[in-house]
């Protein structure tokens, strides 16, 4: 090959670089491992990490039993090794599963469009507020403190360098929902947007027609969030919502420490052209057989450069592909059965503790550690390989005696026995 | 002739809402071993939804078999050679996707004890240090999810850091051959863009550059090599240029697999640059996603990386410091796509030193040899030297009505995925190739007798070439009629 190329070694490939640009050292890295060493390192950290604990955190990501089927068909090459599908012809296989993930979104959500996934959740409820800027013209968006502390921070980002406005406001303090008359007080014909999660950062289901008739009010959007997609299982969709920006890690993603997981997007029909993101359209090819391509990339950077949407050029397809697969494996039965037990067994597990809130909650809830500390209890809790619940004060420093805790099918009876033991001790 | 493929039988498969009938299902659950919670008594009646409308309801076996079949219809890294230009599409190897699987990391909790999570920040600390030996940078995040993501952290960072010396500036400058991506990023990063055009060597042309540099720009976002396949020369010019106006140089790590082990980002002048752990470190693209956006900045952008980041405490453990006054934020939840992170150093760890150089030395190979087989045949766009890809022009071909889509459609046909088409914009027609070095040259010896053979087609049936393909189960696809009246749901008819 060197000869085809005319070169004598592999050093002449890049002699035509600057002196001044060529590293002149080796790499300062350790030798190629075996496969065998490569195992061996990565075991050798997983056992540094918990491991045969139970564990009753939620907070965003949810520890959910996953059908062998998903990882099976997300190891197929022809799926883990393709490309974003531009080439339609060679990638009907990825394109017609989008589609089907597009149509379960909308189902799940009650919306009209939703693209083909977005990074995480966390991600999604910026691009949420930046395309109901886009949709109202307006620059002031209101996201509520019950919604999860990390997103919010991420929307903080983007506000800030973005040179738009994000305030928060309030929840109620009996109920754990949003405080009504402060959201109406800080709505005006500014307000882009209101952010709401539901089931909430505390566990509490929030009234979305509500919260969406105020917004509508005074001409702002209504952004629904959501960090655990079994409740919708359950849970009346947020059809009244004008944007629904969620997080599908609960559908057969492990939480791997925070990622990669796949977010949610979804609107009404009359904002397609304002959404981020891939699209995959159904046509057909040119002897008349339904096909699917990628569709609207006018909205997209690769074609509108400056005038985009937004910078996302990835989706997390392969994620998107394991969820679609969950949601295969479940189907219309499954979900609302999966979605009943989590709701079981976080009732359980709240039994004879004191909730600090009244509203009602799917599979987790916030509790009011009494007599001692949150993490005096995860610490008792800990001896006994239980993780515990999340200690509030860390994002809420008025809820320093709470703990967010977290039950779903997973949970093992005798478990949620220690934790009510600790929690009543 | 064709010589990769032939055609062969695949199977018809409906949607999976099609195949639904009541009562089908390929679930079940364990036994509840606690009381059932009456839906509407816990969560109040109008909050509870009648059933998921439309939802499927398959089997087991129908589920496996609807989407093993409907991977029949797809190509992969798997099936053979992915020339995607920029794109970087290697070998992705499985003992990678194992170790990702081992339950003690792909069910570590973000918020389990710190004292249960020292494997997982091990092995982020273990990269991000791995990643500042390979940049040169002096420090590097890892919560980024994507390329364009780490862009839009990487540009915020300039933001906050000229901020800090009391005027962010308002401009950023993009040289025409970018990826769209960077101005997108720009623009929600709160800049404008000006773009600069390149020189007749497709560089960044130093008199143009000064030309549009006063003090209103922040910064350079440029790509090296540049998205032509071409190491930019003059780019200790250009970072020095940058830098004695005051402003700063982003570069856009999307072409790191031509410099890994050769040359350093951070040696040649770059503040700040991301890499695209999914192209370079070979974790898989999934069909789009997930992939991760690897951050590295010189030391004076240190202080304004996302928080939270990784330090020592003084009992020697890892801990995650929170107590970051002057940095942008987060940029997303938690600490980044781990699994993706752990696939990205399992292959740093194959490959060690040497291993990553040759593997550098490799793509360079072969990318410069495909130029060399091919450049009889069709344009080559630049004559400067290659580096990992080649940029060709159609220019040629067009001269008989054959445009660069229309041969990539016929590289379908010998069983190739095609390069990427219309890209990078400055070049008419573009035919953009990068084999990367996981490719054997038997593979690379027939991509390049297709595109030969091909060219010949042009010649004498181009008819041949402008309806391909032919072969594949689904012929052209109608993208225009897609778009005309977008349905991007399945609704019942």
Same mark, same amino acid.
């Given at each position: 090959?060197?000869?085809?190329?005319?070169?004598?070694?592999?050093?002449?490939?890049?002699?035509?670089?600057?002196?001044?640009?060529?590293?002149?050292?080796?790499?300062?890295?350790?030798?190629?491992?075996?496969?065998?060493?490569?195992?061996?390192?990565?075991?050798?950290?997983?056992?540094?990490?918990?491991?045969?604990?139970?564990?009753?955190?939620?907070?965003?990501?949810?520890?959910?039993?996953?059908?062998?089927?998903?990882?099976?068909?997300?190891?197929?090459?022809?799926?883990?090794?393709?490309?974003?599908?531009?080439?339609?012809?060679?990638?009907?296989?990825?394109?017609?599963?989008?589609?089907?993930?597009?149509?379960?979104?909308?189902?799940?959500?009650?919306?009209?469009?939703?693209?083909?996934?977005?990074?995480?959740?966390?991600?999604?409820?910026?691009?949420?507020?930046?395309?109901?800027?886009?949709?109202?013209?307006?620059?002031?968006?209101?996201?509520?403190?019950?919604?999860?502390?990390?997103?919010?921070?991420?929307?903080?980002?983007?506000?800030?360098?973005?040179?738009?406005?994000?305030?928060?406001?309030?929840?109620?303090?009996?109920?754990?929902?949003?405080?009504?008359?402060?959201?109406?007080?800080?709505?005006?014909?500014?307000?882009?947007?209101?952010?709401? %999660?539901?089931?909430?950062?505390?566990?509490?289901?929030? %009234?979305?027609?509500?919260?969406?008739?105020?917004?509508?009010?005074?001409?702002?959007?209504?952004?629904?969030?959501?960090?655990?997609?079994?409740?919708?299982?359950?849970?009346?969709?947020?059809?009244?919502?004008?944007?629904?920006?969620?997080?599908?890690?609960?559908?057969?993603?492990?939480?791997?420490?925070?990622?990669?997981?796949?977010?949610?997007?979804?609107?009404?029909?009359?904002?397609?052209? %304002?959404?981020?993101?891939?699209?995959?359209?159904?046509?057909?090819?040119?002897?008349?057989?339904?096909?699917?391509?990628?569709?609207?990339?006018?909205?997209?950077?690769?074609?509108?450069?400056?005038?985009?949407?937004?910078?996302?050029?990835?989706?997390?397809?392969?994620?998107?592909?394991?969820?679609?697969?969950?949601?295969?494996?479940?189907?219309?039965?499954?979900?609302?059965?999966?979605?009943?037990?989590?709701?079981?067994?976080?009732?359980?597990?709240?039994?004879?503790?004191? %909730?600090?809130?009244?509203?009602?909650?799917?599979?987790?809830?916030?509790?009011?550690?009494?007599?001692?500390?949150?993490?005096?209890?995860?610490?008792?809790?800990?001896?006994?390989?239980?993780?515990?619940?999340?200690?509030?004060?860390?994002?809420?420093?008025?809820?320093?005696?709470?703990?967010?805790?977290?039950?779903?099918?997973?949970?093992?009876?005798?478990?949620?026995?220690?934790?009510?033991?600790?929690?009543?001790? | 002739?064709?010589?990769?493929?032939?055609?062969?039988?695949?199977?018809?498969?409906?949607?999976?809402?099609?195949?639904?009938?009541?009562?089908?299902?390929?679930?079940?659950?364990?036994?509840?071993?606690?009381?059932?919670?009456?839906?509407?008594?816990?969560?109040?009646?109008?909050?509870?939804?009648?059933?998921?409308?439309?939802?499927?309801?398959?089997?087991?076996?129908?589920?496996?078999?609807?989407?093993?079949?409907?991977?029949?219809?797809?190509?992969? &890294?798997?099936?053979?050679?992915?020339?995607?230009?920029?794109?970087?599409?290697?070998?992705?190897?499985?003992?990678?996707?194992?170790?990702?699987?081992?339950?003690?990391?792909?069910?570590?909790?973000?918020?389990?004890?710190?004292?249960?999570?020292?494997?997982?920040?091990?092995?982020? $600390?273990?990269?991000?240090?791995?990643?500042?030996?390979?940049?040169?940078?002096?420090?590097?995040?890892?919560?980024?999810?994507?390329?364009?993501?780490?862009?839009?952290?990487?540009?915020?960072?300039?933001?906050?850091?000229?901020?800090?010396?009391?005027?962010?500036?308002?401009?950023?400058?993009?040289?025409?051959?970018?990826?769209?991506?960077?101005?997108?990023?720009?623009?929600?990063?709160?800049?404008? #863009?000006?773009?600069?055009?390149?020189?007749?060597?497709?560089?960044?042309?130093?008199?143009?550059?000064?030309? @549009?540099?006063?003090?209103?720009?922040?910064?350079?976002?440029?790509?090296?090599?540049? *998205?032509?396949?071409?190491?930019?020369?003059?780019?200790?010019? #250009?970072?020095?240029?940058?830098?004695?106006?005051?402003?700063?140089?982003?570069?856009?790590?999307?072409?790191?697999?031509?410099?890994?082990?050769?040359?350093?980002?951070?040696?040649?002048?770059?503040?700040?640059?991301?890499?695209?752990?999914?192209?370079?470190?070979?974790?898989?693209?999934?069909?789009?996603?997930?992939?991760?956006?690897?951050?590295?900045?010189?030391?004076?952008?240190?202080?304004?990386?996302?928080?939270?980041?990784?330090?020592?405490?003084?009992?020697?453990?890892?801990?995650?410091?929170?107590?970051?006054?002057?940095?942008?934020?987060?940029?997303?939840?938690?600490?980044?796509?781990?699994?993706?992170?752990?696939?990205?150093?399992?292959?740093?760890?194959?490959?060690? @030193?040497?291993?990553?150089?040759? $593997?550098?030395?490799?793509?360079?190979?072969?990318?410069?040899?495909?130029?060399?087989?091919?450049?009889?045949?069709?344009?080559?766009?630049?004559?400067?030297? @290659?580096?990992?890809?080649?940029?060709?022009?159609?220019?040629?071909?067009?001269?008989?009505?054959?445009?660069?889509?229309? &041969?990539?459609?016929?590289?379908?046909?010998?069983?190739?995925?095609?390069?990427?088409?219309?890209?990078?914009?400055?070049?008419?027609?573009?035919?953009?190739?990068?084999? *990367?070095?996981?490719?054997?040259?038997?593979?690379?010896?027939?991509?390049?007798?297709?595109? &030969?053979?091909?060219?010949?087609?042009?010649?004498?049936?181009?008819?041949?070439?402008? *309806?391909?393909?032919?072969?594949?189960?689904?012929?052209? #696809?109608?993208?225009?009629?897609?778009?005309?009246?977008?349905?991007?749901?399945?609704?019942?008819?």
């Amino acid at each position: 090959m060197l000869d085809v190329c005319g070169l004598r070694s592999l050093e002449d490939l890049y002699a035509h670089l600057p002196a001044e640009t060529k590293l002149d050292r080796p790499l300062a890295l350790p030798r190629g491992k075996s496969e065998y060493e490569i195992l061996d390192y990565f075991k050798c950290r997983a056992a540094e990490n918990a491991s045969d604990y139970a564990s009753f955190l939620g907070a965003g990501i949810y520890a959910h039993y996953r059908p062998v089927l998903c990882d099976v068909v997300a190891s197929r090459g022809e799926f883990l090794t393709s490309y974003t599908p531009y080439q339609a012809e060679i990638a009907q296989g990825t394109l017609t599963t989008i589609f089907e993930f597009q149509t379960m979104v909308c189902q799940l959500t009650g919306m009209e469009v939703a693209n083909a996934s977005m990074y995480c959740g966390s991600t999604a409820v910026p691009e949420a507020a930046l395309m109901a800027m886009r949709i109202t013209g307006r620059e002031r968006v209101l996201v509520a403190r019950s919604v999860h502390p990390e997103y919010r921070e991420v929307l903080d980002t983007s506000a800030r360098n973005g040179r738009w406005h994000a305030a928060t406001f309030g929840y109620d303090e009996t109920s754990g929902r949003i405080d009504v008359a402060g959201l109406e007080s800080m709505l005006n014909a500014g307000t882009a947007c209101v952010i709401v %999660q539901s089931p909430n950062f505390f566990g509490v289901v929030e %009234q979305i027609k509500e919260a969406a008739e105020l917004a509508h009010k005074h001409g702002a959007l209504l952004v629904m969030v959501f960090t655990e997609a079994v409740s919708l299982g359950l849970l009346e969709p947020p059809r009244e919502a004008d944007i629904v920006a969620g997080e599908l890690q609960s559908f057969a993603i492990t939480p791997s420490y925070g990622g990669p997981f796949a977010g949610i997007l979804a609107t009404r029909e009359k904002f397609i052209r %304002q959404i981020p993101g891939r699209l995959v359209g159904l046509t057909k090819d040119a002897a008349g057989n339904r096909a699917f391509c990628l569709t609207l990339s006018t909205r997209e950077q690769h074609i509108r450069r400056e005038k985009a949407t937004s910078n996302i050029c990835t989706n997390q397809a392969l994620i998107a592909l394991m969820a679609t697969v969950f949601m295969s494996v479940y189907g219309k039965a499954g979900l609302r059965e999966l979605a009943g037990q989590n709701l079981a067994k976080a009732h359980y597990l709240a039994g004879g503790s004191e %909730q600090k809130f009244d509203a009602p909650f799917f599979n987790e809830f916030t509790v009011e550690c009494r007599g001692r500390s949150p993490e005096a209890v995860n610490a008792a809790l800990l001896e006994k390989k239980v993780i515990g619940g999340l200690p509030l004060g860390r994002f809420y420093p008025e809820l320093s005696n709470c703990m967010l805790l977290c039950a779903t099918e997973m949970s093992r009876r005798a478990d949620m026995d220690l934790v009510r033991e600790a929690l009543q001790a | 002739m064709i010589r990769k493929s032939r055609s062969h039988i695949t199977q018809n498969e409906p949607l999976l809402f099609e195949m639904s009938s009541p009562g089908k299902k390929g679930y079940q659950l364990p036994e509840l071993d606690v009381p059932e919670v009456d839906p509407a008594a816990a969560l109040g009646a109008a909050s509870v939804r009648a059933e998921i409308e439309g939802f499927p309801e398959v089997s087991e076996v129908e589920t496996l078999r609807h989407f093993t079949r409907l991977s029949t219809w797809n190509y992969g &890294i798997d099936l053979g050679l992915f020339p995607l230009g920029s794109c970087t599409m290697k070998y992705n190897p499985r003992i990678n996707e194992v170790v990702a699987r081992i339950d003690g990391l792909a069910w570590a909790h973000p918020y389990q004890p710190e004292s249960l999570s020292q494997g997982a920040m091990e092995i982020i $600390a273990e990269l991000e240090a791995s990643l500042v030996e390979i940049l040169g940078m002096d420090a590097v995040t890892l919560q980024p999810a994507a390329g364009a993501h780490g862009e839009y952290t990487g540009i915020m960072l300039i933001r906050a850091y000229l901020e800090s010396l009391g005027n962010p500036r308002r401009v950023v400058l993009v040289p025409d051959s970018a990826h769209g991506t960077n101005p997108a990023t720009a623009v929600i990063a709160g800049y404008e #863009v000006r773009n600069i055009t390149s020189n007749e060597q497709g560089m960044v042309d130093l008199g143009a550059l000064e030309n @549009s540099l006063d003090d209103t720009v922040a910064a350079l976002m440029v790509t090296n090599p540049n *998205t032509l396949g071409v190491f930019d020369e003059n780019i200790a010019k #250009v970072c020095a240029l940058m830098h004695s106006k005051g402003a700063q140089v982003y570069m856009d790590g999307a072409n790191m697999n031509a410099l890994v082990g050769l040359s350093r980002p951070g040696d040649f002048g770059i503040d700040v640059l991301h890499a695209n752990l999914h192209k370079t470190f070979s974790t898989p693209h999934g069909g789009g996603g997930p992939g991760a956006g690897a951050v590295g900045v010189r030391s004076h952008l240190e202080p304004f990386l996302p928080h939270p980041r990784l330090r020592k405490n003084a009992a020697g453990a890892w801990t995650w410091d929170y107590d970051r006054p002057r940095s942008i934020g987060r940029v997303k939840a938690f600490y980044g796509n781990f699994g993706v992170l752990v696939r990205a150093l399992a292959y740093i760890l194959a490959h060690g @030193s040497a291993g990553l150089r040759n $593997a550098t030395l490799d793509a360079l190979l072969n990318a410069n040899y495909i130029r060399k087989l091919l450049e009889p045949h069709y344009q080559i766009a630049y004559p400067a030297p @290659s580096m990992h890809e080649c940029v060709f022009s159609d220019s040629r071909q067009a001269a008989k009505g054959v445009r660069t889509g229309d &041969i990539a459609k016929r590289l379908i046909d010998y069983g190739f995925h095609p390069y990427t088409v219309s890209f990078p914009l400055i070049v008419h027609g573009a035919m953009m190739i990068e084999p *990367t070095e996981t490719e054997p040259k038997q593979e690379l010896d027939l991509f390049c007798d297709a595109l &030969i053979s091909i060219a010949q087609e042009i010649e004498t049936d181009p008819q041949l070439v402008l *309806t391909a393909p032919h072969l594949t189960r689904t012929s052209r #696809v109608d993208e225009v009629a897609a778009a005309r009246k977008p349905v991007v749901r399945w609704q019942r008819p």
